[in-house]
Each structure stands twice: as C-alpha cells, then as structure tokens.
C-alpha cells in the first residue's frame, strides 16, 4: 500500500526549532540528519538512504538545509521540506555532496550531531569534510521523541484500537491442525483490513515454541491443550505502531498453567499501576518481575518489561533494570511481561500505555485473562 500521509506542517515545524533549540543547548554546531525515523520525525520524508547523500543539515543557530541528489527531489514532495522554507540544495553525480553539508554548517572545523542511521558510507567523508567526529545526535532528539505530542499521541491510539480488533478476530484462526504459518497469514490479512498500512511482525509461538519469546511463525500443526502466544502490530498512518499480545489456551488449560498465568497477569497489572511521572523507568520493570519473584517465577521472566514506540516499534525509554529515567506525562511504551518454560510453553501479556498527568492510560483494552478457545 503505498501511502504517504503525515502531520500538519505545523507539527514539523515545532519540531525543528526544538530541535534546533537543543542542539545550541548541547554546544553542537548542528544536526546531520540521513533518512530514516529521525528524518522522518523532523519532516515527514520517507527518504531511502542509498549510496548518494541525502541529509537534512540543521545548524544550532541558522536555518536548516537539505542536500539531497537531484534524482532524488521528487521523494521530498511528501514531506514538509518545501512548507517549512528549508532551503534546499540538490546536487548532481561528479560534486561533493559532503562539503555541501560542511559549508550549511558554517564552512569551519565543528562538532556535529549526526543521527544513529547514518550508514558509515557516508559518516566516513563527513568526518574528513567537517575535520570533527561528530557525536550521536540520539541525546540532542531523545527527550524530543521520547514525549509524544498531541497528534502522535492520537495515531497511536488509533493503532492500538487497530490491533484490538485485530486480536478480537485471532480465536477463530486457531483450529487445531492448522499450523503457526497459516494462522500468521490470516492475521497478516487482518492487520491491513483493520487498519494498519503493512504488517511490521507477526509471533505466533504455539506450545513450546511459545517458550522461545521472539519465535516468529513455523509449520508446526495447532493442537488441542496448546498454549499460543500471539505477538502483532503493524504501523498506522502517519507511521505510528501497534504492538500487542496476547496468550490464548486451546481448550480449558492445565490447573498449573491457569496458575502461573494468573501470577503474570498480576505481575503485568502492577507494572502499570505503578506508572505515573516521577516515576523511574527501572521501577516499572521491577513491580512487574517484583510479583513473578514472589511466585518463584522470576527466573522465567527473561527479558525487559517494555520498550517505547512510535515511529519505531523499539525505541526510548526501555522500561529496564539500571535505567534510572524518570518518567514524564506524554512517554509512550510497552509493558510486557512473560514467562517462558523451555520445552513446554510461554505467555506474555502486552500494553501500549501513555503516562498521563497523574497515572497512565492503556491504548489496548482486549482482556487480560488466557483466552480459551474451544476446540
């Protein structure tokens, strides 16, 4: 499907100058910024990165640049470049992109921010040409993207409501004999009828493929007594993601099974009930794994409590023992919990929360309790 919405240019103008704001507050030069979120977060552009520079210039004190290869200037008609008077600066096979970019950049020796995308092609000559090596521009933009504004906040509701009913319609894939590959594609199908532009991934881990947390899909066959665990999300327009999962039972489950599921979604539970600003991102993964300890099942929750999302499915804050981060009203991330036991089975139970002013506010709202599926 090939879409190309995005905010209003106002939103990507706000953007720029604060961005612009906090690299002059960092002592940088400037920003180099090569297609990817980042780009796409200043912007709005979905440009590829490809062996001919492409690069958003943003100087701590003048405006912004792009250096883009004339070939290329048509994939700029999508995003805000042309209403948010960045000057712009195409070039042509045989001149030198990269003093381009030096020269928006005040021409002289300066430490420059460039983004984490940037592909060593071209971050090789960029150090020669501004005779620095720059700095990850990830510190200058985390707090920028880490806090979603109102229209992001939005899509990102929409995205969960997407995959809501995409999770409503999972029970009636999981027959038994059919297997992992099959039911991946019937939800593939309704990952784009609900709503979302494409499919970003898809984990469906039956029995003991459950166990294995990122398992994707296989041509093992469904069978009555399978725990499944089903993993989906997929972005929605203007590229904000859904991630959720949830863990169906075929047929009534074992009594030891319904009982550690029930000690996870408590230990899920707590994790969200302790969200609120002030808050450290390490205390959220600690009342979830806090409840799995007390149960004896810490050692089977083996992986982070939860990502941020947005643009990208991973991506600040990582809700992460040692990761002392307060959390502040607008943060978007994940919290999910799992317990894994090798050979048998696995479960996770997954949220999109925002942090409100006072709590947090759960963009999924299927139910929390092992679905059991009649078979």
């Not at 550690?260 to 230990?267: E, G, N």
């Not at 808050?279 to 409590?305: I, K, N, S």
Request: with cysteine; charged share 20%; glycine share 8%.
């Amino acid at each position: 499907m090939c879409v190309t919405s995005r905010f209003d240019s106002s939103v990507y103008a706000h953007r720029l100058a604060a961005a612009a704001a906090a690299t002059a507050e960092a002592g940088l030069a400037g920003l180099v910024i090569t297609p990817g979120y980042d780009l796409r977060y200043l912007t709005g552009s979905r440009a590829q990165t490809f062996e001919r520079l492409t690069a958003l210039v943003l100087p701590a004190s003048d405006p912004p640049t792009m250096v883009v290869p004339r070939l290329e200037l048509a994939a700029l008609r999508e995003s805000a470049v042309a209403d948010l008077g960045v000057a712009v600066r195409d070039w042509v096979d045989g001149e030198d992109p990269y003093r381009m970019v030096g020269e928006a950049l005040g021409g002289r020796p300066a430490t420059a921010a460039v983004t984490d995308a940037m592909s060593a092609l071209h971050l090789l000559p960029l150090i020669d040409v501004l005779g620095a090596t720059p700095v990850l521009a990830t510190d200058v933009l985390r707090q920028l993207r880490m806090i979603k504004d109102p229209s992001e906040i939005d899509a990102l509701r929409k995205a969960g409501a997407a995959i809501d009913r995409v999770h409503a319609r999972v029970p009636e894939f999981l027959v038994p004999g059919r297997t992992e590959a099959d039911v991946a594609a019937d939800i593939a199908e309704a990952i784009v009828a609900e709503g979302h532009s494409e499919v970003a991934f898809i984990i469906v881990g039956s029995g003991p493929h459950g166990a294995d947390p990122h398992h994707e899909c296989s041509q093992r066959e469904l069978a009555a007594g399978d725990i499944v665990v089903v993993d989906i999300g997929g972005p929605v327009e203007p590229g904000y993601h859904s991630d959720s999962t949830r863990t169906y039972s075929l047929g009534e489950p074992e009594p030891e099974v319904a009982q550690r599921y029930s000690v996870l979604q408590r230990a899920q539970r707590a994790a969200f009930d302790s969200v609120r600003p002030g808050v450290t991102a390490q205390q959220v993964d600690a009342a979830a794994r806090d409840v799995l300890a007390e149960a004896g099942l810490a050692e089977y929750f083996v992986h982070r409590t939860g990502h941020g999302i947005g643009l990208s499915v991973h991506e600040e804050p990582y809700i992460v023992a040692g990761n002392d981060l307060a959390l502040a009203a607008g943060m978007a991330f994940s919290i999910e919990p799992g317990i894994y036991f090798p050979g048998e089975w696995g479960a996770r139970i997954e949220d999109i929360v925002i942090v409100t002013a006072d709590g947090a506010e759960s963009l999924n709202n299927r139910p929390h309790e092992l679905a059991v599926v009649e078979v």
